[in-house]
């Protein structure tokens, strides 16, 4: 969080040097991870609490923001972050640059905004959820993350519970939103999105049926599918230190809680490409890197 890329040539050279030959954690409970990996298929969740006040200059506002990597490619993504430019930088840290739900276009923290503070002590994020939690668990059909956060009780009276669900093949990953109303009903402010940020890497196109067809250059293939809501295609972009500032696509659920407080949606294997298996993305860095 925070954090950027890593060239695929200096990640090379870190770990020919680590002579544990760790694995890669799976609960990150301190740090707030949490990583499902099978057959080729990698998700990450950013499901922790915000950091402490002074140190939270470089943040990001992506509670509950996924990645999800499959046959060595980036798919689904957050839009990264850059060292060298501070207004894409602020852009980055906005919870519309990530994975995971809006409500009123706003975002789920709130950073310094005064110029006269900003320069004394930086950009730092100032108001974010209060409390996050989550809950993991592995069972025959799967591994699955569902956790919650308060960051839009204040400000529109909901908390976001997200729940994810890898199938043990790697083939579905089964998702859901929910916008929970503190008060026990719904306010005029309750538009929401639930956003895909993809890789630019990924070519997307959508079906006759209405689906999200999301495809890598060896023909390693995703669907995404939602009943409740059809999804659109839209522009986005994914910065990078290593790489600069790429055009991407995102794909956007878009509604309002009072009609659909909870939205179901899946993304599901539906090519296998040629090249040969990895668990390690592309695109910059290894799969422990993905979130920024």
């Known amino acids: 969080n925070g954090r950027g890329a890593t060239s695929a040539d200096q990640l090379a050279t870190v770990l020919a040097h680590d002579d544990a030959r760790g694995q890669p954690v799976l609960n990150a409970s301190h740090s707030g991870y949490q990583r499902i990996e099978t057959d080729g298929v990698v998700l990450l969740m950013e499901a922790g609490a915000p950091p402490p006040l002074a140190v939270s200059g470089a943040a990001h ?17 957050n839009c990264g972050t850059v060292e060298d430019d501070d207004r894409w930088r602020q852009i980055a840290r906005a919870t519309a640059a990530h994975s995971t739900v809006t409500v009123e276009d706003t975002s789920s923290a709130r950073f310094i905004q005064a110029d006269r503070l900003r320069r004394r002590l930086g950009t730092l994020m100032m108001q974010g959820p209060s ?15 569902v956790a919650r956060h308060d960051g839009y009780a204040a400000s529109f009276g909901f908390v976001h519970q997200r729940s994810l ?13 929910r916008l929970i109303p503190t008060s026990g009903r719904v306010g005029a402010k309750d538009r929401f999105a639930v956003r895909f940020h993809l890789h630019p890497g990924i070519r997307a196109t959508r079906t006759s049926g209405g689906d999200i067809l999301m495809v890598a250059a060896d023909g390693e293939a995703w669907t995404l599918s939602c009943a409740m ?12 230190t290593v790489h600069g500032r790429r055009k991407s696509a995102q794909v956007v659920i878009q509604g309002r809680a009072r009609v659909t407080p909870e939205v ?23 799969a422990g890197d993905l979130f920024d």
């Open 61 to 77: 506002a992506g509670f509950l923001s996924f990645e999800l990597s499959s046959g060595g490619h980036r798919f689904v993504v």
């Open 131 to 145: 409390e996050v939690l989550a809950v993991r668990e592995e069972r025959d059909g799967g591994s699955s993350v």
């Open 165 to 177: 669900l890898l199938s043990a093949d790697g083939n579905q990953l089964i998702g859901s939103d």
């Open 229 to 240: 809501i059809e999804p659109e295609l839209g522009e986005s972009i994914f910065l990078s």
């Open 264 to 286: 179901a949606w899946s993304l599901t294997r539906t090519g296998r490409g040629r090249t040969a298996r990895s668990s390690r993305p592309r695109g910059g860095g290894a």
